[in-house]
């Protein structure tokens, strides 16, 4: 008499080396279409975001004001120029800012395309530093594909 695993008997199925393998990669082949779908709405998300004409934020097209400021030599921080061009945030982004918006013009896009790419580079930096901690042993195969 042969002996059947207790899940080939909750499914009714024996399951065989063959059908467990295609079984996996038809889960890894979800899983990554997935995340592509995923991936490709964000990115979607993001652009519509970076293009919207107007601003979305409180003081958005402050920094705009602070920034062409800066451009043009003065200090925003002046008695003169307040409180039109009042911000509570530090002035690094801004003068990181200046030179660009010589080159491209100060628009809302290239402030917001400039805070992401420094979001993603925080980002980069977040996950380089938790790579270095954490081992990877226990993950799974479509994990460490991402990894």
Do not use: W
């Not at 207790?6 to 009714?12: A, F, V």
């Not at 975001?49 to 705009?64: K, R, T, W």
């Amino acid at each position: 008499m042969q002996t059947k695993s207790l899940r080939s008997l909750y499914y009714g199925i024996r399951m065989t080396e063959n059908y467990s393998a295609k079984l996996g990669i038809t889960l890894n082949s979800i899983y990554l279409a997935c995340i592509i779908l995923f991936a490709v709405g964000i990115t979607y998300n993001h652009i519509q975001l970076i293009s919207h004409d107007y601003p979305l934020d409180y003081n958005e097209g402050g920094m705009l004001a602070i920034t062409s400021t800066i451009e043009q030599g003065g200090n925003p921080y002046s008695l003169q120029s307040q409180p039109a061009r009042i911000s509570v945030y530090p002035i690094l982004y801004n003068i990181l800012l200046a030179p660009l918006s010589h080159a491209f013009g100060a628009t809302l896009e290239l402030h917001r395309l400039v805070a992401g790419l420094f979001i993603l580079a925080c980002c980069a930096i977040c996950f380089y530093l938790c790579r270095k901690a954490v081992s990877y042993t226990h993950l799974t195969l479509p994990t460490k594909r991402i990894v």
